[in-house]
């Protein structure tokens, strides 16, 4: 399932036949320090099986000329991942849902 414009909260809260889910929106939107010759592609937040969140970078390394994802945060409850990043909860994004 995709679902292209939709607020964080709504795309880990709607009532889906999926578990999974992953919200991402472009960009470093949570201001974490990267290193120079790092870009970040996207701000993903995933939702597991067992309901913890995760926040993720997608990100690109000039040096290495790789890409990477990695995991910034984990939290326990949606109110956990707000408290501490509530800046997210303002954003559009997009949202995958599987299994």
């Given at each position: ?20 889910r992953s919200w ?22 995933n939702k597991h ?24 945060a984990q939290f ?24």
């Amino acid at each position: 399932m995709y679902i292209k414009e939709i607020k964080l909260k709504d795309a880990m809260t709607r009532e889906i036949d999926f578990r999974c889910r992953s919200w991402t929106v472009s960009g470093n939107k949570i201001d974490e320090d990267i290193p120079e010759n790092e870009s970040i592609e996207e701000t993903i937040v995933n939702k597991h099986y067992d309901g913890t969140l995760s926040v993720l970078f997608k990100g690109y390394d000039e040096k290495d000329k790789s890409s990477y994802v990695k995991r910034i945060a984990q939290f326990s409850t949606l109110e956990e991942l707000q408290e501490k990043y509530p800046q997210l909860f303002e954003l559009v994004g997009q949202l995958y849902a599987f299994f």
